[in-house]
């Protein structure tokens, strides 16, 4: 059994064909899926699809990218949303940095409440952290968190990997690993222990090497899972198995 440990299924792209694409996830082994949340606007869809049939778990913060939606009681907001829901959501995220985007202090300070958010609620969290590998850790290791959590579509260097795995964090791999010309990280990959990592599509977007152009969809974690395989001299079975394991360590999941 695989799962997709990032994928946004509440975005307005798969409205036409969720259960379609669940379907086809499914046929590919792929059959639990952990949804973040982006904005307060998205967090009755993120929980609508926890109690749908599906085994989706859903994680509710807010991502850098939206940072002009976050209107000043957005972190209030999540707030009272976590504590209301407490059971029913496995992480806090997504949240995080992104060196691309304008706006890096209120970007940081978004992030920091953030943190102390899942310090507060015993949660792990799900980390968006673009160019920015060594700030987000010293931000991580300042928090002084208790669960740890997934540095999302992880790219970085093997010594900024190791720093990660110290904090009580894992990577997620995705589409970025199935590239050839993706060396540097594809080495890193190669070398992580097996605790270390869990596989991501982040649907709709990040599409898969030969794949470039279309919407990505869950069950295309069987195809990292067949790249990681790969680097690793592994097998799809035994990646599975350590991903899934270590998916359910992390965000302590019954599946
Ligand atoms: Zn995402």
Known sequence: MLIDSHCHLDFADFTPDREAVIARAEQEDVSAFVVPATTVASFPAVLALVDS???????????????????????????????????????????????????????????????SMAREFSLPVIVHCVRANDEVAKRIKQAR???GGIIHAFAGSQVQAERFLELGF????????????????????????????????????????????????PSRVAKVADVVAELRASSRHDIALSTTTNVQRILQLNV
């Open 53 to 115: 049939p599906a085994r989706i778990f859903g994680a509710l913060g807010l991502h850098p990218y939206f940072l002009s939606e976050h209107g000043d009681d957005a972190l209030a907001a999540l707030h009272q949303a976590l504590d209301q829901h407490a059971g029913q959501v496995v992480a806090l995220g997504e949240c995080g940095f992104d060196a691309r985007l304008a706006d890096h202090d209120a970007q940081w300070q978004l992030f920091e409440v953030q943190l």
């Open 145 to 147: 968190l208790t669960r």
């Open 170 to 217: 894992v990577l997620g791999l995705g589409g970025s690993v199935t590239y050839p010309r993706a060396n540097k990280l594809r080495g890193v990959v190669a070398s992580l222990p097996d605790d270390g990592f869990v596989l991501e599509t982040d649907s709709p977007d990040m599409p898969l090497c030969g794949f470039q152009g279309q919407r990505n969809e």
